[in-house]
């Protein structure tokens, strides 16, 4: 009996470790701190591009929001062009996809 229960918790285990690395392997989630140098909404207004300037590199770096809480602050201007953000993203192929964006300051 307790060969058989560890033979399974031995499975569980591999089967979970072998999940959580295909998940991880399926999405880079990056984070980075910088400033918004371009917004732009998108004619539906159910998406956005913002474009950040990274404090650490320097690059510009094109990042897709999609989220509604993100997307009303653009809307009523309380995130702006000029404003420093923390976000972190997921690369999916040639896209940055937002998983969070705030101002650094708070909001």
Same mark, same amino acid.
């Given at each position: %009996?307790?060969?058989?229960?560890?033979?399974?918790?031995?499975? &569980?285990?591999?089967?979970?470790?072998?999940?959580?690395?295909?998940?991880?392997?399926?999405?880079?989630?990056?984070?980075?701190?910088? &400033?918004?140098?371009?917004?732009? %909404?998108?004619? !539906?207004?159910?998406?956005?591009?913002? &474009? *950040?300037?990274?404090?650490?590199?320097?690059?510009?770096?094109?990042?897709?929001?999609?989220?509604? *809480?993100?997307?009303?602050?653009?809307? !009523?201007?309380?995130? &702006?062009?000029?404003?420093?953000?923390?976000?972190?993203?997921? +690369?999916?192929? !040639?896209?940055?996809?937002? +998983?969070?964006?705030?101002?650094?300051?708070?909001?």
């Amino acid at each position: %009996m307790k060969k058989a229960l560890s033979v399974i918790m031995v499975v &569980v285990v591999m089967f979970l470790a072998s999940f959580t690395v295909v998940r991880s392997a399926s999405a880079e989630e990056v984070k980075i701190t910088g &400033v918004i140098t371009k917004i732009e %909404m998108a004619a !539906d207004k159910k998406s956005a591009i913002a &474009v *950040l300037k990274d404090n650490k590199s320097g690059e510009s770096v094109t990042i897709t929001i999609t989220d509604d *809480l993100t997307l009303d602050k653009f809307k !009523d201007h309380r995130i &702006v062009d000029g404003d420093e953000i923390r976000t972190k993203f997921e +690369k999916e192929g !040639d896209k940055n996809i937002s +998983k969070m964006f705030k101002k650094t300051a708070g909001c």
